[in-house]
């Protein structure tokens, strides 16, 4: 039978007609992009029409949009980039906002510029559903704010953030604003200037592209450093040949994902979600969705089971076949549970409790009736297995 993949949100497949776009690149349109000779501008032609595609997904201008390594590289470039020159800064300490339910990306490069001493650094709590309320915001603003940087879409419970209304704040407090975009692009249509975000990040790897290839979107005008140092690539804020068969690839991704948006793909996916979140509920006690009621990529669902531990859950729907996440991708296999479950106030047991399943574009309704049929029987036979054990 064929074997079921409800992990998209740690990494989507890539489509087929992106290994097709990417094909010619690993052969023979090999010249550096930089080169001024016709194969290095064949080269070149291909990244910037691939820079036009992922601008046009974003509705803004392709000299906005810089190519980097992925996700986690243009959160930190956001983050170091927007706060270097506000460090020598007669006016003091430049200070960032973020959220408690930041991927490690944001959090940890968070820490580090905190640990450096030169940047003050204030996280701000989530409700119990996992939303960043603005008031909080509002609240933890302050005349030294430079840069708020709040996600779009969590990773973990699909919840979408007030994105729009914490932008009009933190420019209203003279800050820049931006927004991890990573679990949101090619899921909901969204334009970069209509959030009022100045940088917003994507990767490749969870919209169908490439694994290795991300975007930062720098609105004009944006006061950024650069990361790395060498070649003027990328308008000179990030160093480095381009990756060339892979921002091909990207942009690819890009495309098919704004063709996907103007179908009723979303809508598809979202009705397939929840009759998977129907179906497992209905058969199941001591169960429910973390940040249900809250409005939710689509793909995506968090769900626990009182009185079980994740890991064992995933193991044994991996044995059968069903591929979720008990956690964060790069969180699987830790002992520590989720940061953003317990953000939302969850037990250490029920954040225990609790796995994801994030549908992809290719998710069938007989997919979803499989793996819920799954989901009850193994959870109904994990908690047998702990009953008798107990006795
Ligand atoms: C919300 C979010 N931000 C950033 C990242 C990191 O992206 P990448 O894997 O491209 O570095 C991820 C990956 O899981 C993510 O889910």
């Known amino acids: 039978m064929r074997s079921l993949y409800m992990d998209a949100n740690a990494t989507t497949p890539l489509l087929p007609e992106v290994v097709a776009a990417m094909a010619p690149f690993w052969t ?38 810089i190519f980097t390594s992925g996700g986690t590289e243009s959160n930190n470039l956001a983050l170091f980039g927007a706060l270097e020159p506000h460090l020598a800064a007669p006016t003091g300490r430049p200070h960032l906002i973020t959220s ?25 709590p989530c409700t119990a559903s996992g939303r960043i309320d603005p008031a909080t915001l509002a609240d933890a603003l302050t005349t030294r704010t430079r840069l708020v940087s709040i996600m779009l879409a969590n990773n973990e419970t699909g919840v979408i953030q007030p994105v729009r209304e914490l932008a009009a704040l933190a420019h209203a407090a003279g800050a820049l604003f931006h927004t991890d975009a ?59 040949t381009e990756n ?13 994902a704004r063709n996907w948006l103007t179908t009723d793909g979303p809508s598809n996916l979202a009705r397939l979600r929840d009759r998977l979140e ?30 079980i531990v994740a890991e064992d859950l995933m193991i044994a729907l991996d044995l059968q076949g069903l ?18 479950l317990r953000a939302m106030g969850l037990s250490e047991a029920r954040a225990r409790a609790t796995v994801r399943l994030s549908l992809t574009r290719m998710t069938t309704g007989e997919d979803v009736d499989r793996a819920a049929e799954m989901i009850v029987t193994t959870v109904a036979r994990l908690r047998r297995i702990r009953a008798s054990a107990a006795h």
């Open 323 to 340: 591929a979720v996440s008990a956690g964060s991708a790069c969180q699987s296999g830790a002992l520590e549970p989720s940061h953003v």
């Open 100 to 124: 408690s339910i930041e991927h490690d990306a944001v959090l940890r490069a968070a820490e580090a510029l905190l640990k450096r001493g030169s940047v003050d650094v204030t996280i701000l």
């Open 182 to 240: 990573v679990q949101a692009v090619g899921k909901l249509p969204l334009a970069a200037d209509d959030l009022g975000c100045d940088l917003l990040t994507l990767s490749g790897h969870k919209v169908y592209g490439p694994k290795g290839t991300g975007v930062l979107f720098v609105r004009r005008k944006t006061s950024l450093a650069p990361l790395h140092f060498g070649g003027p690539q990328e308008r000179q804020r990030r160093a480095g």
């Open 278 to 307: 129907q179906r497992v509920l209905a058969a199941t006690v001591q169960s429910g969705v973390n940040g249900a009621g809250e409005p939710r990529s689509p793909n995506t669902t968090n769900l626990f089971f009182d009185g």
């Open 244 to 256: 060339v068969a892979s921002i091909v690839g990207l942009g690819h991704a890009a495309e098919c």
């Open 28 to 65: 023979e349109i090999f010249a550096n992009p930089s080169s001024v000779h016709q194969p290095g501008q064949r080269a070149r032609a291909a990244v910037e029409h691939a820079r036009d595609q992922v601008a046009a997904l974003l509705g803004c201008r392709s000299s906005e949009i």
